[in-house]
């Protein structure tokens, strides 16, 4: 089968949205290729080796593919996402010197040879990120692996603001919480939270192709009694719209969202409604140059910044409810 391979060349901050207007237009799979330079600050604490550059994107810069099945109108398509591409400017946000290209493809080239680089991944002292197709031993008794196979939709867990996140859980986590994960997208974070010692995990998400992914990864943890996934925000859980079968009694203990930091501004109060006094908000997928309108926001909403974890040019706030 043939398909549409769209390329966007464009920032590392504008990512993020720019995939997702590549699945809202329909894409059949969204790779992602951020800079590989050596001059970018990596992490290897827990042992990561560097040698040579991964690629020659420059440092900053990213490229992703969406691709589109070939009776897909992609020439419409490219313009719609020109055009929502530019309005990320009115937002703040900079996609760059925005490049594009059009190619036809066929299936075997992408929808299986990108899981010759997704090896497993530790991310934290206790926590692995593991393919299902991949062997792994873990290095001691107390490290966890998280199974995952998140198919061409969703990450490898390997973006800055995921391994960002499970190590802020890490931290926070010390056994029998109860957690609500909002835009699970893949299940990663509601698996790592359950692996670290939260009693059970609401993990939220609107898109139902998220919903099904995480489904999928949870039963491949065997964890479909710790972690219930709904399609459903969390304004719309807090209005009785997320159903009886939540798993978890609100206020929770604590909440984790890994999205954009202008999402992250739109439900502040929704979150602090959610926590329980002296609850835990773990805010993360936020880009640096977000990082103090994020901060003054849950201030203002009435939270008290315990922490301000860092991985790259990412930040992840965790935020106590004010008792």
Not at 36 to 59: A, C, H, M, Y
Not at 138 to 146: D, F, G, M, V, Y
Not at 260 to 289: C, T
Request: charged share 30%; net charge negative.
């Amino acid at each position: 089968m043939l398909w549409h391979e769209m390329t966007i060349h464009t920032t590392e901050e504008a990512v993020e949205m720019i995939s997702n207007f590549l699945h809202e237009a329909g894409a059949g799979g969204v790779s992602i290729e951020e800079s590989g330079t050596l001059n970018k600050k990596r992490d290897t604490s827990f042992g990561q080796w560097f040698e040579v550059p991964l690629n020659d994107i420059p440092e900053g810069q990213a490229e992703i593919k969406g691709y589109f099945s070939e009776e897909t109108p992609v020439e419409d398509i490219l313009e719609e996402v020109k055009h929502r591409v530019e309005e990320l400017r009115d937002f703040q946000i900079d996609p760059g010197d925005v490049r594009y290209e059009l190619k036809t493809v066929n299936e075997d080239d992408w929808a299986t040879a990108w899981k010759d680089y997704f090896k497993p991944l530790r991310v934290s002292d206790r926590l692995t990120i593991k393919p299902t197709w991949e062997e792994y031993t873990p290095a001691h008794e107390a490290e966890k692996i998280i199974e995952l196979d998140p198919g061409m939709a969703f990450g490898t867990g390997t973006h800055p603001t995921t391994a960002l996140c499970l190590r802020t859980l890490e931290k926070v986590i010390k056994g029998g919480e109860e957690m609500i994960d909002v835009g699970t997208g893949s299940g990663i974070l509601s698996i790592g939270a359950v692996l670290l010692g939260a009693k059970h995990v609401l993990a939220l998400d609107l898109d139902p192709v998220a919903v099904s992914s995480a489904r999928e990864n949870t039963a491949l943890n065997k964890m479909q009694q710790q972690i219930t996934v709904k399609e459903s925000d969390l304004l719309g859980l807090l209005n009785g719209k997320g159903g009886d079968d939540l798993g978890i009694t609100l206020p929770v203990n604590i909440i984790v969202a890994n999205i954009l930091a202008e999402i992250i501004l739109l439900f502040i109060d929704d979150v602090y409604q959610a926590l329980e006094p002296g609850g835990i908000y773990i805010a993360s997928g936020i880009y640096k140059d977000k990082e103090k309108i994020v901060q003054q926001a849950l201030e203002d909403s009435g939270f008290d910044i315990e922490d301000v974890c860092r991985e790259e040019d990412w930040i992840a706030f965790v935020a106590r409810k004010r008792s």
